[in-house]
Nanobody, 119 residues
Framework: QVQLVESGGGLVQAGGSLRLSCVAS????????MGWFRQAPGKERELVAI????????YYSDSVKGRFSISKDNAKNTVYLQMNRLKPEDTATYYC????????????WGQGTQVTVSS
């Protein structure tokens, strides 16, 4: 059974930092894209960043480029999202998700971790 378990959320002041973790288990994720998404109340889900398990590909949305950094530890089956210079508008529930090499959508999702940035 595939599981994605996020952790690391919390309450932080604007300008602060947090590091989210996503531990993946239950299958091989070779060639998978791992994405971090976020959703704030009343807003649509937003793709934040992507990393590929098997190569150096990364992607960042314009809203976080230069502030957030996505990375992976293949030995630990863990993907990280380092969030620096946080803003109140970064407040959301953050989700980790996995998309197969030929899949058109993200098939596996974590339960989410809450990030709240106070002004």
């Amino acid at each position: 059974q595939v599981q994605l378990v996020e952790s690391g959320g919390g309450l932080v002041q604007a300008g602060g930092s947090l590091r989210l973790s996503c531990v993946a288990s239950g299958r091989s994720f070779n060639g998978y894209a791992m994405g971090w998404f976020r959703q704030a109340p009343g807003k649509e889900r937003e793709l934040v960043a992507i990393v590929n398990w098997s190569n150096d590909y990364t992607y960042y949305s314009d809203s976080v480029k230069g502030r957030f950094s996505i990375s992976k530890d293949n030995a630990k089956n863990t993907v990280y999202l380092q969030m620096n210079r946080l803003k109140p508008e970064d407040t959301a529930t953050y989700y980790c998700a996995a998309r197969g090499p030929v899949a058109k959508r993200y098939d596996y999702w974590g339960q989410g971790t809450q990030v709240t940035v106070s002004s």
